[in-house]
């Protein structure tokens, strides 16, 4: 597996074969072979008690929390999905890998790796949790917080068949850190159709 050094993302900024927007050319945000990036305010919140993946969530248990100057507070054993601040575009030949800095990980808290296919263009969504004993404050300040991920990119060793948001099952293209649309898998129906079938018949 190659990383790509950062001085060969910012070739690719330049040409706009990559987009990372905002971007800046700082030497603090990047790191000799990645890009760090931040969270907007945008916090994505779910009213439900318990969930089926395939299960369809209506809009009104959906919504978002908007943080632009203010501080949301991680409590111990606590999770919360956050949209990035920064905007990524990939060409076809790259993927893009999203991992926690070191600093974030020290405290106790996770961000899960986030997998950007080619082509992948939006605001990806980021899960972090607190594992740590304490309560950990994430200040925002115009709607962005401080660094707390950073992005590697991986060339492919030769084109793929298509680049993401040519398939039918792509549903995330041009995200805005969207909540989960597993209802809209193909494969799920093949599972939930029978099963609602079988409750609506014998009315479980």
Known sequence: MTVLPSIEVYKLIQSKDLLIDPFEVREERTPPASVDLRLSGKKL???????????????????????????????PGAGAVFQLYEKI?????????????????????TLSATYLN??????????LVNH??????????????PRVAQVVFIPLKESPHR?????????YQNDMGYHSRFDLD???YEILRPLADIVKKHGF
């Open 163 to 171: 680049i993401y948001g040519e398939g039918i099952d792509e549903k």
């Open 186 to 188: 193909i494969d799920v």
């Open 89 to 109: 575009a990939l060409p076809s030949f790259l993927i893009g890998i999203i991992f926690p800095r070191s600093s974030l990980t020290r405290l106790g808290v």
């Open 45 to 75: 919140i779910y009213n439900i008690e318990e969930y089926t993946l395939g299960e369809e969530i209506s809009e009104d248990l959906k919504e978002y929390e908007e943080i632009k100057d203010g501080v949301y507070n991680l409590k």
């Open 132 to 145: 740590s004993s304490f309560e950990v404050k994430i200040p925002f300040k115009d709607g962005k917080s």
């Open 118 to 127: 080619p082509g992948y263009q939006g605001y990806c969504p980021v899960l």
